[in-house]
């Protein structure tokens, strides 16, 4: 908050800062930080701030959040749980079963 962040109405775990039209978001789950913004350079600076403050390592492009597995793509992103299902079909004996 010090660094000009707004917390969140309804979800007190996401922060916004804007940058006059541009804008960076964190999402803040007990030790897990994940961030964006709508340009790579708000990103490389939050990064920077928050290295200096405190230890972390960068994991790098998001693909698995909370269970949840995520595909960047250009046309938007993707979440699903693919992997989880997998897993449920296997622990049933159920790899080879018809819809």
Excluded: P, W
């Amino acid at each position: 908050m010090k660094n000009g962040y707004e917390g969140g109405k309804v979800d007190t775990t996401l922060f916004r800062k804007n940058y006059g039209s541009q804008f960076l978001l964190v999402q803040v789950y007990m030790d897990d930080v994940i961030f964006g913004a709508t340009n790579e350079m708000l990103c490389e600076d939050y990064s920077k701030l928050m290295q200096a403050e405190f230890e972390m390592s960068m994991m790098g492009e998001l693909k698995f959040f909370l269970g949840l597995q995520i595909k960047q793509a250009s046309k938007g992103i993707h979440i699903h749980q693919t992997k989880y299902v997998k897993e449920l079909l296997k622990k049933f004996n159920m790899e080879n079963a018809k819809e």
